[in-house]
């Protein structure tokens, strides 16, 4: 079965840190950028981050850049995100999504258009709170 599954989403307190894992299943990541998005009750997707699928170049909007890692395992198959120094306002589902291209649309950034990707996972709960 071709599916994306992400992990590791959690209850965690302002300040603490947590790593997301998104992995695939019936097809290699190695030909596909894969971004992570999130979203908030009431609010848009959002791009969090994308890494490329030749030379690994990463990026990400200036509300996680120097708190999030993107990076990826070619052997287990798997992308991660390392989310640190976590705030309130970084509460929201997070999900994967993969396109067989160098780069994510637009970098990942930005609100997606679902439809330009070919892979999306379900998604996982990340909510910070005291």
């Known amino acids: 079965q071709v599916q994306l599954v992400e992990s590791g989403g959690a209850l965690v307190q302002p300040g603490g840190s947590l790593r997301l894992s998104c992995v695939a299943s019936?097809?290699?990541?190695?030909?596909?950028?894969v971004g992570w998005f999130r979203q908030a009750p009431g609010k848009e997707r959002e791009g969090v981050s994308c890494?490329?699928?030749?030379?690994?170049?990463?990026y990400y909007p200036d509300s996680v850049n120097g708190r999030f890692t993107i990076s990826r395992d070619r052997a287990k198959n798997t992308v991660y995100l390392q989310m640190d120094s976590l705030k309130p306002e970084d509460t929201a589902v997070y999900y994967c999504?993969?396109?067989?291209?160098?780069?994510?649309?637009?970098?990942?950034?930005?609100?997606?258009?679902?439809?330009?990707?070919?892979?999306w996972g379900p998604g996982t709960q990340v909510t910070v709170s005291s």
């Open positions: 999504a993969a396109v067989m291209l160098d780069a994510c649309p637009d970098y990942g950034l930005g609100s997606p258009v679902l439809s330009e990707y070919d892979y």
């Open positions: 019936g097809f290699t990541l190695d030909y596909y950028a």
């Open positions: 890494i490329s699928s030749r030379d690994g170049s990463t």
